[in-house]
Structures are given as C-alpha cells and as structure tokens.
C-alpha cells in the first residue's frame, strides 16, 4: 500500500503548500478555528463534521467498522510574528508551532488516500485548542461525534527543531512528559518598605520558595529519570515603597513518569508551606493537571520505524522531550504514536517551537506527510482483513 501511496500523496504536495501559506497567514487561536478548519475540509473536498466545538472529523472508506485516527491541530498563539516571510501573518496570531504545516501535510495524505479503495476506514481529525487549557483532545474523545467510530489507532505528526532535518522519531514508550500548572501563593503582612520589621513580606519569601523549587528536581528525582520544574511568572506588588500582602510565581511542571510527578507534586507543597512559615508568611499551591504522560505504543511503533526509512527518511526510536501535548489522551481510546518530525538544519540559533521567528520550511510539508503516511499504513496493517 505505501508504494501505491507515496506518489499519489507527492502529487498532492504543491496543492499542501499552498494551504500551509493560507493558514500561515490567517491564523486563529484556541476556540476561534472555524475558518482555518474550514480552509482544510475544502482543501480534501469534504464538508466535514463538527467535533470538540470548533474542530472537525472527516470519515475516508468504509462508513462503518474500523477506522484510524490522523490528528491535526487547528490552533495558533498569540505570537506577533518575526519570521519576514511573504505570507507571515500579521494579527499578532502566529502558528509558532508547525500546526499550519501538519494540516496541510494532512490534507496532502487525505485527498492522495482518497483516491484509493482503503480497507478500513481512515478518520482525518482536524483537533481544536492544543495550545490553550482546557485543550480539545480530551473534549475529542468524549464526544459522541467521535466515539461512534470504532477507533483502533491514532497517529499525529510533530515538527521537532531538536531534530535534524530528514529524521523522524517513531520512539516506543514515553516521548513526551505531563504537565501541571502551578500557582503559588503566598500571603503575608504588608505595610511600609520603611517598617520591614512590622511586616510579614511575602515577596521575600517567595523569592526563596522560588530558589528552594528549583533545586527539587535534582535532589528529589533519580538522575536517569526525566523532569522539569519552571517558574516563569512572579506578581507581587502596586509600588516600590509599600509591601505587599501577597505575592504569586506561575510555573509547569513536567515528568515522563506518573511517581515522578506524584513525588514533585507533594515536594512542592512542603516546599511552598514550609518556607513561607519560616518567613511569618503562608504559602498554599494550587496545581491544574493539563496532561497525561504521551506514551507511544511500542508495537505500532515498531512498526512505523521501518516504513519511515522506506519512504526514505532516517528513523529515530530515542528521542524524548519534556513538552507535553494533549495527543496523550487519545492513548486511553486506542494505540497512538506520536511521530516528530525534524525541522533543524544546523543554523546556529535556530529557533525553537513558540518562537515568533520560527518558520520551517515549505519542504517540511513533504517530510510530515511521509510520517503520516507512514503511520496510516502500519496501523492499517495491524487490523482484520
């Protein structure tokens, strides 16, 4: 089947690039993606049926019994964009993610998939709010428009700047970690920056749970285990002179493996509480659980590996990230495996994912519907004639 495929999808390929310079330039954030879903139904040629809000399902072959799943998502982010490209968006929404290029490869794979008789059917999944929490795929799953279908497989494809160009990560297991949010507060006594001493100051210590937080990961977590803990928000204060009486730090917290995180997340509670006592203050957290750990699943990816390589690309069964994505949840459905895609080229400081000056280029298209393609044909082999 690949081989009767690879040309029909190459020939859908001038068609793809011109849809990525379409969404590239009129892109909508989370919630907001009518338009561009409706760019990629008329670009396959089918109306499409509404899923998760704003997204949309579009069913190839057989109307009933199996299907697999390829995912796209719709969304961009509030990025003012800084690539100089002719057809960079200029709204200050930027697909700084590669999503605009992953729905044009998509539609490359549907309208080439399309043209042939499919054993089973093949479900394009055009995915609303990656970006923003709550994202969709858990509103995917949970729709009855997609729960209708007997699900066996779902395959997304990813750009990835930690890769090399040519190289597709098809890596069994845990490839990306979970995501929680974290919100700390600490409330303490506020008065005159003359008075310190008549006052609890929360700043202060929150700068010190802060410092304390990031030393979690490499004292509480075994050094062969993978996790990360960013504080990348403070709020604290109304003017130079006056204390105030509470102080907030933002942060995420990621793992690739369900005890690591458990373990960080009752770690940053004492962290947060015991600190903030020492300093007359009292420190609370409140965690939002965003997603689970993407787990690849080994034999489905075992065998994309080597249909990667027949499409000519180098396949790769290593690499691991500490992003988190919400393609996780379509794992709890059926086997899924999450292929990236590499964009890098060697430039020295290139740059990376929800850059306002990331652009991969047009050719990139070519390579994530290869992984696509790819996908489809080893899970369509691993159904019932």
């Known amino acids: 089947m690949i081989s009767?495929?690879?040309?029909?999808?190459?020939?859908?390929?001038?068609?793809?690039?011109?849809?990525?310079?379409r969404l590239h330039a009129d892109p909508r954030v989370s919630g907001q993606e009518e338009d561009t879903a409706a760019a990629v139904c008329e670009a396959i040629g089918l109306p499409g049926e509404p899923v998760a809000g704003t997204g949309r399902l579009l069913r190839l072959g057989p109307a009933t019994g199996p299907a697999v799943v390829l995912r796209a998502e719709l969304d961009g982010l509030p990025v003012p964009e800084q690539t100089g490209l002719a057809y960079a968006s200029t709204s200050g929404v930027m697909h700084a993610c590669g999503h605009d290029a992953h729905c044009a490869a998509l539609a490359a794979v549907a309208r080439a998939v399309a043209e042939v008789a499919l054993p089973h059917g093949v479900l394009v999944l055009l995915q609303?709010?990656?970006?923003?929490?709550?994202?969709?795929?858990g509103d995917v799953v949970a729709d009855p428009a997609f729960a209708r279908h007997d699900v066996r497989a779902v395959i997304a494809a990813h750009v990835q700047p930690v890769l090399p160009r040519g190289v597709v990560s098809a890596a069994p297991g845990a490839v990306n970690a979970s995501c929680d949010e974290l919100v700390i507060a600490v409330r303490g006594r506020g008065g005159h920056a003359a008075y310190p001493h008549r006052c609890d100051d929360p700043v202060l210590a929150l700068c010190q749970t802060v410092a304390a937080l990031h030393h979690l990961v490499s004292r509480r977590v075994d050094p062969l285990d993978s996790a990360v803990l960013t504080v990348g928000r403070l709020d604290a204060g109304t003017a130079s002179n006056v204390i105030p009486s509470v102080a907030r730090a933002h942060g995420t917290l990621r793992a690739l493996d369900a005890e690591t995180r458990r373990v960080l997340l009752a770690a940053v509670?004492?962290?947060?509480?015991?600190?903030?006592?020492?300093?007359?203050?009292?420190?609370?957290?409140a965690a939002v659980s965003n997603e689970p750990v993407l787990r690849n699943d080994p034999g489905l990816s075992g065998l994309v590996a080597p249909l990667l390589v027949e499409l000519g690309l180098h396949a790769d069964t290593r690499f691991r990230s500490c992003g988190s994505d919400d393609f996780a949840h379509y794992g709890a459905v059926a086997p899924s495996v999450m292929l990236f895609v590499g964009v890098d080229d060697g430039s020295p400081g290139a740059p990376g994912l929800h850059d306002a000056r990331f652009?991969?280029?047009?050719?990139?298209?070519g390579e994530l519907a290869k992984a696509?393609?790819?996908?489809?044909?080893?899970?369509?082999?691993?159904?019932?004639e």
């Open 4 to 21: 009767q495929l690879a040309p029909l999808v190459e020939a859908q390929l001038p068609g793809a690039v011109a849809l990525r310079h």
């Open 372 to 384: 696509y393609l790819a996908g489809l044909v080893a899970a369509l082999g691993t159904l019932p």
């Open 269 to 285: 509670r004492d962290v947060v509480v015991h600190t903030a006592a020492s300093y007359g203050c009292e420190g609370t957290v």
């Open 359 to 365: 652009a991969p280029p047009d050719e990139v298209v």
């Open 128 to 137: 609303p709010r990656e970006e923003a929490a709550p994202t969709g795929a």
